[in-house]
């Protein structure tokens, strides 16, 4: 039983333009929502987060979106930079027994082309 | 402020044999957790501690895995035996703990276990 879903494994994008990462999750209990990126051979690195309450949170060239009635969410990159080339996990939250439980989706790797 | 710290980077052992993995989480972090990731899949939770209490070990095989984190701080996870399908990397993270409002997890850069 998969609760979080991330059905792209590998997107490539020309450096500049958008990058549009999806996630969907199946519990309605997740209330918070956050991307990592992770490079090779390194452990993932916090990118940006969400709460259940808001629709967008912006961060740079990084804003995430998420569609409650819909369990979907979304990671746009403007624009894409070489840089930005790695896996991106979306993972979900729920609170239990006073603290969070984190569940990952399976990762989108990203390639961005100069 | 100093990152997740862990070790060994990589450990290469045949199945049967016994492994161990360290970790110290960020100062002042109150959570601790282990994750299994397996070439291809997201990181999945072994075990959760808060301070030096064990809040979630449903996902973590008992009979040859088994974790502690001593006075709250540093952590050791063990198998024992290994089995063939354990390889994969180990990872651990750490969150500050504010009760009422969720914190993002901080990742050390993993270890890699290989089984023959």
């Known amino acids: 039983d998969q609760q979080v879903k991330q059905n792209s494994p590998s997107l490539s994008v020309q450096e500049g333009r958008i990058s549009i990462l999806n996630c969907d999750y199946t519990?309605?209990?997740?209330?918070?929502f956050l991307w990592y990126k992770k490079y090779p051979a390194e452990g993932p690195t916090f990118l940006i987060s969400?709460?259940?309450?808001?629709d967008k949170n912006e961060d740079g060239r990084f804003t995430v979106f998420l569609n409650k009635s819909a369990k979907h969410l979304s990671l746009h990159i403007v624009p894409s930079q070489p840089g930005d080339s790695a896996v991106y996990f979306c993972?979900?939250?729920?609170?239990?027994?006073?603290?969070?439980?984190?569940?990952f989706g399976t990762g989108t790797r990203l390639k961005v082309l100069a | 402020e100093a990152g997740v710290a862990q070790s060994p980077r990589y450990k290469i052992i045949e199945k049967r044999q016994s492994v161990a993995f360290w970790c110290n989480p960020i100062?002042?972090?109150?959570?601790l957790y282990w994750y299994q990731q397996i070439l291809g899949q997201g990181p999945k939770l072994l075990i959760q501690f808060q301070n030096n209490g064990v809040v979630d070990d449903s996902q973590l095989p008992k009979d040859r895995f088994s974790a502690e984190r001593l006075k709250g701080v540093d952590s050791t996870l063990k198998i024992q035996p290994a089995k063939l399908e354990d390889s994969a990397v180990y990872l651990c993270?750490?969150?500050?703990?504010?009760?009422?409002?969720?914190?993002?997890?901080?990742f050390g850069d993993g270890t890699r276990l290989s089984i023959l």
């Open positions: 993270a750490s969150s500050s703990l504010d009760r009422g409002s969720n914190q993002p997890q901080h």
């Open positions: 993972a979900a939250s729920a609170p239990t027994s006073g603290t969070y439980k984190y569940i």
């Open positions: 100062s002042g972090h109150a959570t």
């Open positions: 519990n309605s209990m997740f209330d918070y």
């Open positions: 969400i709460s259940s309450i808001k």
